[in-house]
């Protein structure tokens, strides 16, 4: 009985410093963060947006519908290199004129063969898999995304959550060490804990900045913006899931809103003359 209850014991004394560190891991693990301003939501609005396209996913649903059988459409390599090119231009010139040549400001566009709607970026390359490309409906639509994927390597992105991974690994590598002197062995949890915590502290904002930023970069490249947030509904049709989820992406529902807050930022400023460029917390940072 004695053995029992100590053995209770070890284990509470392990799940308390297990949370307690891994409270301390999220907290110290963010080192790098996005650097631009985001449009601010309301839970309200939100709600809302999330009711408007669950709304028509089940319509599409009722009549008996379902998501498109997306098939190859004429001229997809000429498509993807036009608007790469034109995206790739425009985004060089809002990284010279902010002064963000650190990270590049060329990057380069592939196609890669793949039925996934998805595409990426690696720090250097923007990857657009063909099942992207027959998704969009057009030219506007594919600027959409390029320009997304240009804003992350334009951020660097990809290196920031890289090196926010190594820092909360080293962290955890302490938490570890620190648990070992106390006679708990944590059989390396900590450390492995630290590394996800840190390469996930800033993935939904750093995703909220590629939208933001890469909205700027479609503008400046003479796409029009209005189809962005549309997009992102048309997405939630495809995958309804994505209207709520935002574990490693904002929600459908909340890029949603966001584009179209960046949208009449956008045109605010192109009533008034200002210069085309996105709004940055300190740029010098």
């Known amino acids: 009985m004695l053995a029992q209850v100590v053995g209770y014991q070890v284990m509470a004394m392990k799940f308390l410093q297990k949370k307690y560190i891994i ?23 939100i709600y809302a ?4 396209q669950q709304n028509m996913v089940d319509t599409i649903k009722a009549q008996g519908g379902k998501p498109k059988a997306w098939k190859n459409h004429k001229n997809m390599r000429k498509q ?6 034109n995206i790739e231009k425009s985004g060089a010139e809002i990284c010279r004129q902010l002064h963000l040549q650190g990270n590049g400001c060329y990057h380069y ?15 250097k390359n923007i990857i657009i898999n063909t099942g992207m490309m027959r998704f969009v409906e057009s030219d506007d639509e594919l600027a959409v995304v390029m320009a997304h994927e240009f804003a992350h390597n334009l951020m660097g992105h990809v290196k920031a959550q890289k090196n926010n ?4 690994m080293l962290i955890g590598i302490t938490a570890d060490a620190i648990a070992d002197t106390q006679g708990i062995n944590m059989g390396g949890e900590m450390t492995k804990a630290g590394k996800e915590i840190g390469a996930l502290r800033y993935s939904v904002d750093f995703e909220r900045e590629a939208d933001y930023i890469g909205l700027y970069v479609m503008a400046r490249a003479g796409y029009d913006v209005k189809y962005a947030p549309k997009l992102w509904r048309r997405m939630s049709i495809e995958n309804p899931e994505g209207i709520y989820n935002s574990t490693t992406h904002p929600s459908n529902a909340e890029r949603f809103l966001a584009l179209q807050k960046a949208i009449e930022e956008i045109n605010y400023k192109r009533k008034h003359k200002i210069p085309l460029l996105p709004d940055f917390k300190d740029i010098s940072e």
């Open 49 to 52: 947006e999330e009711l408007t």
């Open 80 to 85: 993807f290199e036009n608007v790469g090119e």
């Open 109 to 123: 566009y592939r196609l890669s063969v793949s039925d996934d709607i998805n595409s990426q970026a690696d720090g």
């Open 165 to 168: 991974a190594t820092i909360g």
């Open 23 to 45: 409270f301390t891991l999220s907290a110290l693990s963010a080192c790098q963060s996005p650097r631009s301003y985001s449009p601010e939501l309301t839970a309200e609005e």
